[in-house]
Nanobody, 123 residues
Framework: QVQLVESGGGLVQAGGSLRLSCAAS????????MGWFRQAPGKEREFVAA????????YYADSVKGRFTISRDNAKNTMYLQMNSLKPEDTAVYYC????????????????WGQGTQVTVSS
């Protein structure tokens, strides 16, 4: 089992940047493909980005491609989401998740979830 804790959320103006972190503890971090999801009020939780176990492969939702960058440091048991050119529609609670399988974009493929961190983008 792995425990996940997100941090780095906050309030930022449109066009600004934030860097989210997801710290993992428990079993070996490099055993897991990792992903970021987000959930806005009244909406379903949606896929944002994913990264393979080694970090060699990444995948993004079209809505964030070119603005967000996912990365991981297996030596530090931490995953990151660099968010640039933020828009009000990026406002949501952001969750990190771990999958025992391969890189995935669907919620049901992820086995462990963090508690989430709020990101609010003002216009």
């Amino acid at each position: 089992q792995v425990q996940l804790v997100e941090s780095g959320g906050g309030l930022v103006q449109a066009g600004g940047s934030l860097r989210l972190s997801c710290a993992a503890s428990g079993r070996t971090f490099s055993r897991y493909a990792m992903g970021w999801f987000r959930q806005a009020p009244g909406k379903e939780r949606e896929f944002v980005a994913a990264i393979s176990k080694s970090g060699g492969s990444t995948y993004y939702a079209d809505s964030v491609k070119g603005r967000f960058t996912i990365s991981r440091d297996n030596a530090k048991n931490t995953m990151y989401l660099q968010m640039n050119s933020l828009k009000p529609e990026d406002t949501a609670v952001y969750y990190c998740a771990a999958a025992t399988g391969l890189l995935a974009t669907k919620r049901q493929n992820y086995d462990y979830w963090g508690q989430g961190t709020q990101v609010t983008v003002s216009s």
